[in-house]
């Protein structure tokens, strides 16, 4: 391997191992389906299946939005609350915007 090469993929390296972290639709959609963010084994999608009745939340300020999804681990998941900068949180709030009702 030639010198340009190796001192590329040197500089590439930490971007290319970035790309799997961070929040994203991909792992809301993980986190609204699976039983991870509560206690009792129940989900987001056990009450929300396919994100029925967050059309409009779906909308709502971000912060809101994360007081709307905190409340729902605390109460119907019996779960810890996700902290609101967290990259879980970031990706349940991607995800659940795309339940948004398109505008009219």
Not at 55 to 79: H, M, Q, V
Request: charged residues 25%.
């Amino acid at each position: 391997m030639k010198k340009g090469a190796v001192l590329f993929l040197l500089l590439a390296l930490p971007a290319i191992l970035a790309a799997g972290e961070g929040p994203s639709v991909e792992r809301g959609k993980e986190l609204f389906n699976g039983s991870t963010l509560g206690t009792n084994g129940k989900s987001c999608a056990g009450c929300h299946p396919g994100g029925r009745k967050l059309e409009k939340a779906a909308t709502y300020a971000e912060d809101d939005l994360a007081e709307i999804i905190n409340t729902c681990i605390r109460k119907p998941l019996a779960g810890k609350p996700l902290p609101t900068g967290s990259d879980d949180m970031k990706s349940m709030i991607m995800y659940i915007r795309t339940f948004a009702s398109p505008a009219k």
